[in-house]
């Protein structure tokens, strides 16, 4: 059984940073996409970032595009978001979800109904 323990969630300042992370657990595929989303009272589950573990490859969505860092260990089986320059409108819950790809290279998505399995969610808070 897959596993996702999100932690990190915090009160931060406007341009200010957290660090999110994800540990997983049971993944038994190679190929696997791992991705964050954040979803804010009354709005719609939105994808942030995402990293393949096929090959490393990245996506951010235009928000946080210079801002945000997505990265994994695969030691700790953990994957982070380090969150920059922090805006008011970061503030949000964030989940972080997993896809494991039975065949071939694993691709990210922020189509939410792709992934199988969902960490529960941190706070975000941002306020001076």
């Known amino acids: 059984q897959v596993q996702l323990v999100v932690s ?3 009160l931060g300042q406007p341009g200010g940073s957290l660090r999110l992370s994800c540990a997983a657990s049971g993944i038994t595929l190679d190929h696997y996409a791992i991705a964050w989303f954040r979803q804010a009272p009354g709005k719609e589950r939105e994808g942030v970032s995402c990293i393949s573990s096929s090959d490393g490859s990245t996506r951010y969505a235009d928000p946080v595009k210079g801002r945000f860092t997505i990265s994994e260990d695969p030691a700790k ?3 982070y978001l380090q969150m920059n320059s ?24 922020f189509q939410p109904g792709m ?6 969610g941190t706070q975000v808070t941002v306020s001076s």
């Open 8 to 10: 990190g969630g915090d």
């Open 77 to 79: 089986n953990t994957v």
């Open 86 to 109: 922090l805006k008011p409108e970061d503030a949000s819950v964030y989940y972080c979800a997993v896809v494991q790809f039975h065949l071939g290279t694993a691709w990210c998505s």
């Open 115 to 120: 992934y199988d399995y969902w960490g529960q």
